[in-house]
């Protein structure tokens, strides 16, 4: 009985595994974003003669909604490179996760700004945006990451230093050429969307690993 008593978790201990809930809620969240994107690529009222017309026409909806799509998808797959590692949370780790899922749930509004203004009048700013939201979520990835690897208070025993490393090497990049893409936006809208689907293909790559895995 003294053994079980030692055993037991005390009040304000860590669980050995407590991560699954809050990934299941992510994995939630990122669903919900990435299916709102398709709400913005309306059906035309027109049909006949003028169907094919009208929806050629949508062509920009259909952009922003791939390249947004693709977005949301890479930050989630980064989300789960995370999670792989980290398997302790505390309520500073919630919350800065709550606030990178907020960023997600944003984009679903600049990319239906940009599917109503690019190539027209306001594209610059709609592009401002676009590039805006992706630098902030680029900022609340890092310093929840940072947070969880600073000491490596809330990582996995045993995580590979190397592969924990290359992520922060990576993620470095995200803010510097977000910030780059908002400069980009106040003289070419395109480009600067150009680069903010760029990166997220940058992103998708996992960093590069040690060819030792942790045991």
């Known amino acids: 009985m003294t053994d079980s008593l030692e055993n037991a978790q005390q009040p304000g201990e860590q669980r050995p595994s407590e991560t699954g809930r809050v990934e299941a809620f992510s994995d939630g969240v990122f669903a919900i974003a990435i299916t709102l994107l398709i709400l913005e690529i309306k059906v035309p009222a027109s049909g006949g003669a003028h169907l094919s017309d009208d929806l050629a026409a949508q062509w920009p909806s259909y952009l922003s909604f791939l390249g947004s799509f693709v977005t949301i998808g890479v930050m989630w797959i980064n989300h789960h490179r ?4 980290i398997d302790r949370t505390d309520n500073r780790l919630l919350f800065l996760n709550l606030l990178l899922l907020l960023g997600v749930t944003w984009i679903p509004f600049p990319t239906a700004v940009i599917a109503e203004h690019v190539g027209k009048e306001g594209d610059r700013t709609a592009a401002l945006l676009y590039a805006v939201s ?16 600073g000491g490596g208070r809330l990582l996995a025993p045993g995580s590979n230093r190397q592969e924990v490393e290359s992520i ?6 995200g803010p510097l050429w977000y910030g780059i893409a908002i400069a980009m936006a106040f003289w070419n809208a395109p480009a600067s969307l150009a680069t903010c689907l760029a990166l997220a293909f940058f992103f998708a790559v996992p960093p590069k690993r040690a060819t030792t895995r942790r045991p």
């Open 134 to 149: 992706f630098f902030i979520i680029a900022i609340f990835f890092n310093v929840l990451w940072r947070h969880a690897t």
């Open 168 to 173: 922060t090497h990576q993620y470095r990049y």
């Open 82 to 85: 995370l999670f792989t590692l």
